[in-house]
């Protein structure tokens, strides 16, 4: 009915490399493809430091992992709860210093825990169990050491510690006798007692069980007791498979290279003489499966030396029920088993409860046979705070009639009446947290330590706190605190100090992950690493490699790894780990992990020594490198040194790869875990060799140099002659330079550079110059397709031309070959009209490529058109037109004329023929007739205007004078009448009296006489209009008829006298001379 916890010592690994100098004068091929030189950094084998920690915070360090060790300091001592024990009266909790508490059940809900005042005899952060029986407390050390003590009366101070006679783990066992069970062990996890101070038993967790006799041994027919120096340790004499001594996990057959199982981790009676099984001892596996044994059933019977009585294994682990497939989905995460008189329960470290009744243990039959139930257990419970429902760091199960559970931050639940489910009720003080409550330490256990460099060192407490050391470990401060609600199993921490990665990584063991920069506490997540099985809680250790590749290590054997920038991948499941036809796991007790420095594989260590090795990638096989016989099954953690590996037991004893002792620490027995600084020689990022193709630009080469340590100073040679030097600025120096490209060629530039240890590396980068080919950028080209012209190309290199081709629109050219600064004359395709883009891509012989680009604009001549007089007068009402005549070297196009801005439609026009517009000449006036035309390209020509008058002004006269006239005279007017386009009608309106409408012809006279018969004034008017019947502006003419009068003869004149003169002359000259006419 009592119940001891198994402690899950939690463990970090850090990585530590095997490494390979870098050459320092090798040289490459110009602009070749440097190989990373994080895979080339060497080890100083001349200085190592591993430091090795203790449960309570106390660290050591050694030269090289052999004596003497020294205690460096000590972080604030630290412990947490790991194991319940439960009677009618009291529960009871032990912690791993030694410390017990005591509450009343009868006041559970309550304040009022209680501490013994009686210390344990020997100083010690290694006790794992404690039970209780009608008269006395047990208590168990890992070391095999077991004390009792009153409980009562007397209670803080009841009396003094007792061991049991003999020393538990020098006492050799019966034969077939074993130098593994003759050694020292410090690997026993579990005890109980029965009620009646019968029996005490002790169990190992290779599945060794142990039984001594106790004060009412003697009803069974024993003769000894306690302190009985005749009473010893007596192992079950079971000489059946799997092997004498020891528990198998489950199988029977086909041992882990013929090492039992590592992975037992409880122990407890059930002693209900009355009921089934009766008197029988049950132990859990951290896999679930329970195996019982008979002790004692009648007196002087003792089944427990009988090598006829077997263990029996829970049949329901396996086929047909399976629970550990179906029901515990694979779960390695189980912790405590307890017994009352009428069940088992299993516990796992989520603080799950699983039971059944005893009687049903060994029933077989499907029908009526339960699997495990599940008893709610503290998870999702109403009455407990919600920060419990994510933890997982509960450490033990006892039961008196109902069970008791307890967390390693002191805190318990019971439930009443568990049979029905009903809720967890939690303790007194339990509720509180931060060093409030009355159980809750103030600073938890320590899982793991970590050495970033020499001076730098982490160590993880299990609560989440990470304190830090910049002194080698001498003085310790907070350096943060991780949190994960209200919990405290966080079991590993790992340090990656390469290529400037400066973090640490920290896990839980549900598989959470979690890095902070190591200069300040800045916690990111970095993801959870459980990628093959359902969520479980048995992550074990994590380890960082050189390219800060994070592994990480279940105990089932499960490893995952990430990659910076990925995502959780599974490595897969450790040697031996599984057997043919049997698909549960034959071991789940792996502890520590540790990375090969800048590879990618990686050893897994057992608690037993047993060791694997897995090389690079997911799909490679795991190697066993260690299969002798183990000298105990209490190793903790490996870590990698230079050509060798050191693994630590939780005594402080320190052995090599060769499993030989080197070292042993002492210290108070609680050792978890082990580091080891490697000083490698400094490194840098490997900048790439580089190729520059611009004149006169500057090139940048930049070196990140790191060392994990310190860096000193650096030297610059440029083509192996001094270039500059400098001091670095501390890890992570940033060294730049720029030179510029004037002259082609190939130039090396060499830093070397070394450490504050005198570790020189070196990195060179080739430069090669060589200026991508030119040309001679011609210009855009506007042709017809009637050209000539040619893309006049030069091309141009500095090393060697290659090959060129031209595209056109996206059509490209076969490849040619091209000669340095020649022209190319690449000819113009002129069968279709329209813009080119023509772009020739070429490359030189180092197939370098430039590309030049001119756009090609392909035309047909402008069309032509003839320019018809201007202006031109039509007569209205006339058939007019304009002649123009359109002409194009490519045929026809269209036109449109445009009369006073209104466009007309567009027509079809015939090369070299008159378009023959008709020109609108029903109305007079000045119209613009304006022709647009293109051609078949959709080029327009210059467009041509004709202004046309067309003309249709009224008639004119002239204006005769008026006159008098003699009466019965013969007078007439003489109109003239004139027009712009021909003749008309006229007539004359006398004294108002018109006249008959009369032709006229243009510009002649009209002659109207004149009516002079009778005396008087007359108004002659003539209206006159032309053929369009426009009237012209009449004209009057004032005509006076008068009496006729005699004139008066005229007085012969001048003229008459002289032609009177002249025949005179004549006749007398002819009288005087003979004259001939």
Request: charged share 15%.
């Amino acid at each position: 009915m009592k119940n001891k916890t198994k402690q899950l010592f939690s463990i970090t690994l850090i990585l530590t490399m095997l490494l390979i100098c870098i050459n320092l004068t090798s040289f490459k091929t110009p602009t070749a493809n440097k190989e990373s030189n994080s895979s080339n950094i060497a080890v100083n084998n001349n200085l190592s430091d591993p430091w090795a920690l203790e449960t309570n915070g106390s660290v050591f360090s050694s030269l090289d992992g052999s004596d003497p060790w020294t205690f460096t300091g000590n972080t604030p001592t630290g412990y947490d709860f790991i194991s319940v024990a439960a009677d009618n009266n009291n529960t009871y909790g032990l912690t791993n210093d030694g410390q017990i508490w005591r509450h009343s059940n009868n006041s559970w809900g309550t304040p009022g825990w209680s501490k013994l005042n009686v210390p344990l005899p020997n100083k010690s952060n290694a006790w794992v169990s404690i039970d209780v029986s009608i008269t006395y407390l047990y208590v168990l050390n890992a070391n095999g050491s077991v004390y009792r003590i009153l409980k009562d009366p007397g209670w803080p101070n009841p009396g003094t510690w007792v061991i049991g006679s003999r020393s538990l783990h020098k006492i050799p066992p019966p034969p077939p006798a074993t130098s593994l069970q003759t050694q020292p062990a410090f690997s026993f996890v579990s005890l109980a007692v029965d009620w009646n101070d019968s029996f005490c038993f002790v169990l190992r967790n290779n599945g060794e069980v142990f039984r001594h006799e106790c004060d009412s041994s003697n009803i069974w027919g024993f003769g000894g007791n306690w302190t009985d120096p005749n009473s010893d340790w007596w192992i079950y004499q079971s000489y059946g498979n799997p092997t004498p001594y020891a528990l198998e996990h489950g199988d029977g057959v086909n041992q882990y290279w013929n090492h039992p199982s590592t992975g037992w981790v409880s122990i407890d009676v059930y002693d209900n003489y009355i009921e089934s099984p009766n008197y029988s001892v049950f132990v859990l596996h951290n896999s679930g499966l329970v195996a019982r044994k008979n002790n004692i059933a009648f007196a002087g019977i003792d089944y427990w030396m009988m090598p006829t009585e077997p263990w029996i294994y829970d049949f329901r682990w396996a086929l047909p029920f399976d629970d550990w497939n179906i029901l515990w989905l694979y779960s390695t995460a189980f912790e405590s088993i307890a017994c009352n008189d009428d069940s088992i329960f299993i516990m796992q470290n989520t603080g799950m409860v699983w039971w059944i009744y005893a009687s049903e243990f060994e029933m077989k039959n499907v029908v009526f046979c339960n699997s495990w139930l599940w008893n709610n257990g503290p998870v999702g419970s109403p009455l407990l705070p919600t920060n419990e429902v994510s933890t997982s760091a509960f450490v033990s199960i006892d039961a008196w009639t109902e069970p008791f559970i307890l967390k390693n931050d002191g805190k318990a639940w019971r439930c009443l009446n568990y049979t029905f489910i009903p809720p967890w009720q939690p303790c007194g003080d339990n509720d509180q947290n931060n060093g409030k409550g009355t159980l809750y330490p103030s600073v938890f256990s320590y899982s793991s330590i970590t050495a970033f460099n020499l001076n730098i060192i982490f160590v993880l407490s299990k609560n989440g706190t990470i304190y830090n050391s910049t002194d080698g470990g001498v003085n310790w401060k907070i350096f943060g605190h991780l949190g994960y609600g209200n919990d405290s199993a966080w079991v590993s921490i790992a340090s990656a100090n390469h290529k400037n990665h400066s973090y640490i990584y920290a896990l839980y063991n549900n598989g959470t992950v979690v890095r902070t920069t190591i200069r300040t506490f800045q916690p990111q997540a970095y993801g959870f690493c459980n990628t093959v099985y359902p969520f479980d809680t048995s992550w074990v250790s994590i380890a960082l490699d050189g390219n800060a590749t994070a592994y990480t290590l279940r105990n089932l054997g499960l490893i995952s790894y990430k990659i910076q920038g990925g995502s959780w991948i599974s490595k897969g499941i450790t040697i031996g780990n599984y057997i043919t036809g049997f698909s549960h796991p034959q071991d789940s007790s792996w502890v520590g992990i540790s990375a090969y420095h800048f590879r990618d594989g990686v050893i897994a260590l057992r608690n037993d020594i047993v060791a694997d090795y897995v090389p690079a990638g997911s799909s490679q096989s795991y190697i066993n490198i260690i299969s002798s016989a183990a000298i105990d099954s209490s190793f903790v953690e490996v870590t990698q040194i230079p050509n060798n590996y050191l693994m630590l037991v939780n005594t402080g004893d320190v052995f090599d790869s060769s499993t030989v002792q080197i070292g042993s620490i002492g210290g108070d027995t609680g050792f978890v875990d082990i580091t080891y600084f490697i000083d490698n020689f400094p490194w840098d990022n490997n900048p790439p060799d580089q190729l520059v193709n611009v004149r006169s630009s500057q090139y940048t080469i930049t070196w990140n140099i790191y060392d994990d340590v310190d860096l000193l100073n650096y030297t610059i040679y440029r083509a192996n002659s001094f270039y500059t030097d400098g001091m670095c600025t501390g890890n992570g120096t940033i060294v730049q330079i720029n030179p510029t490209a004037i002259r082609s060629g190939v130039i090396n530039y060499t830093i070397t550079y070394n450490d504050t240890f005198g570790q020189t590396s070196s990195d060179t980068v080739f430069i090669t110059i060589d200026f991508l080919p030119w040309d001679n950028d011609p210009n855009d080209i506007s042709t017809s397709i009637v050209g000539s012209e040619t893309i006049d190309w030069r091309l141009y290199d500095d090393w060697a031309p290659s090959k060129y081709q031209v595209i056109v629109n996206g059509s490209e050219s076969n490849w040619s070959t091209w000669t340095n600064a020649t022209n190319l004359q690449y000819p113009i395709n002129r069968t279709i009209q329209g813009v080119f883009n023509y772009t020739i891509k070429y490359n030189d012989s180092r197939n370098q490529f430039s590309t030049d680009q001119v756009w090609v604009t392909i035309t047909d001549q402008k069309p032509q058109s003839n320019q018809p007089a201007t202006p031109m007068n039509v007569l209205q009402g006339s058939n007019s037109y304009i002649d123009w005549i359109l002409t194009d070297d490519a045929g026809t196009g269209k036109y449109r004329v445009i009369k006073n801005h209104t466009p007309g439609l567009w027509s079809s026009w015939t090369n070299d023929t008159s378009v023959h517009h008709q020109i609108d000449t029903s109305i007079t006036g000045t119209i613009n007739y304006t022709i647009q035309y293109n051609d078949s390209s959709n080029q327009f020509g210059n467009p041509s205007t004709v202004i046309v008058n067309v003309i249709n002004n009224p008639p004119q006269s002239n204006h005769p004078a008026s006159r008098d006239v003699d009466q019965n005279t013969i007078a007439v007017i003489d109109w003239v009448l004139t027009d712009d386009i021909g003749a008309g009608h006229y007539r004359v309106i006398v004294n108002q009296t018109p006249g008959v409408w009369t032709a006229w012809q243009n510009n002649t006279a009209v002659n109207i006489p004149i009516d002079t018969t009778t005396l008087g004034v007359y108004n002659y008017t003539i209206v006159f209009n032309d053929s369009y019947g426009n009237l012209g502006n009449p004209d009057t003419v004032i005509i006076t008829v008068k009496a006729t009068t005699t004139p008066t003869p005229p007085i012969p004149g001048f003229m008459f006298y002289l032609v009177v003169f002249g025949i005179i002359s004549l006749i007398l000259l002819k009288k005087s001379k003979k004259i001939e006419f």
